[in-house]
């Protein structure tokens, strides 16, 4: 199968890239970098220049029968900074790129990659979110997830091209490298490693669901090989603290890391786990990779590039 990418250089995308050209799929990387970040060991096509590029190029969408919209500039702390930039960069790219997809003629799948955290809001309770949970997003890059897996509803009502959202929970993994940005499992690690401190906001109660990259790109493969349309949560479906994140990742390097805490953001739901049953039914799926043996793998991975 002939498959195009946004966003394939990034955390995300790259283990997707890696896990779908292993399968024999046939991979384009549309980026705005002149070249690859990651190298997957296999062939694939590398497409700089972003969406301005491929308007120019119409030819790069011939044959590609499915689409991964895996490219996001922002985080719920940028795009809270930053709220027009936010909009600009990554709701209207989403809509100049489905522009373009409504012109390639054999373009039959899109699967986009949302949020299973920052679209659902605050959740009262500990209870797992299914998909079908009220949308109230309190951040805004929920805001902007939501509204663009609408956009992605409008073009897949108007064109009839099948279209998978997929929800993911918080990732983790090797490639996951702004410390301070994005992931606390790698932030965590990095800093216990290098004897830096770590910030907590608020007192460390808030709980999220952790699953590992690995996961998630094998979830999104199936996404693509098995073409179902409709919306799905991918997470572990286990619930973990900040606090309990801690005591993980000093068991993994031995050592204590040093926390501040500061005071809680108000984009900052206090309870997020999944449901995962509706991906467990259509995909056979499930997450593979506790939390503790992630962090105990990323462990030894993170030391042995730090050697």
């Known amino acids: 199968m002939r498959i195009l990418i946004t966003g394939g250089n990034g955390f995300i995308g790259s283990h997707f890239v890696g896990r779908a050209v292993k399968a024999g799929h046939e991979v384009s990387v549309l980026s705005r970098k002149a070249r690859p970040v990651f190298a997957h060991g296999q062939e694939f096509q590398h497409l700089p220049g972003g969406y301005e590029a ?123 490298i ?42 999104l493969c199936k996404t693509v090989e098995c073409r179902k349309s409709g919306i799905y949560n991918c997470g572990s479906g286990i619930g973990t603290s900040l606090n309990e994140v801690v005591e993980a990742v000093e068991a993994a390097v031995g050592r204590p890391l040093v926390v501040n805490r500061i005071p809680a953001r108000a984009f900052d739901p206090p309870h997020i786990v999944l449901d995962t049953s509706r991906a467990q039914l259509n995909f056979g799926w499930t997450s593979e990779t506790p939390l503790k043996d992630g962090i105990s793998e990323l462990a030894r991975e993170l030391c042995s590039h730090a050697d």
């Open 54 to 176: 491929l308007a120019a190029h119409p030819e790069w969408l011939e044959g590609v029968e499915t689409v991964v919209h895996a490219a996001w500039s922002s985080v719920p702390k940028t795009a809270t900074a930053d709220m027009q930039g936010d909009v600009q960069a990554n709701v209207v790219g989403t809509l100049k790129l489905l522009e373009m997809l409504k012109d390639a003629p054999s373009l039959k799948h899109l699967v986009f990659l949302s949020s299973g955290g920052a679209v659902y809001g605050a959740v009262s309770g500990e209870q797992s979110i299914r998909e079908d949970h009220p949308l109230e997003p309190i951040s805004a890059y929920g805001v902007g997830k939501l509204c663009a897996e609408k956009y992605c509803q409008l073009f897949s009502n108007e064109t009839g091209v099948q279209l998978t959202i997929v929800r993911p929970s918080n990732p983790f993994g090797m490639g996951q």
């Open 178 to 219: 702004s410390v301070g940005v994005l992931g606390v499992v790698s932030t965590f690690l990095v800093n216990a490693i290098q004897g830096n401190p770590s910030k907590i906001f608020g007192d460390g109660s808030v709980v999220r669901d952790y699953l590992h990259v690995s996961d998630l790109a094998r979830f």
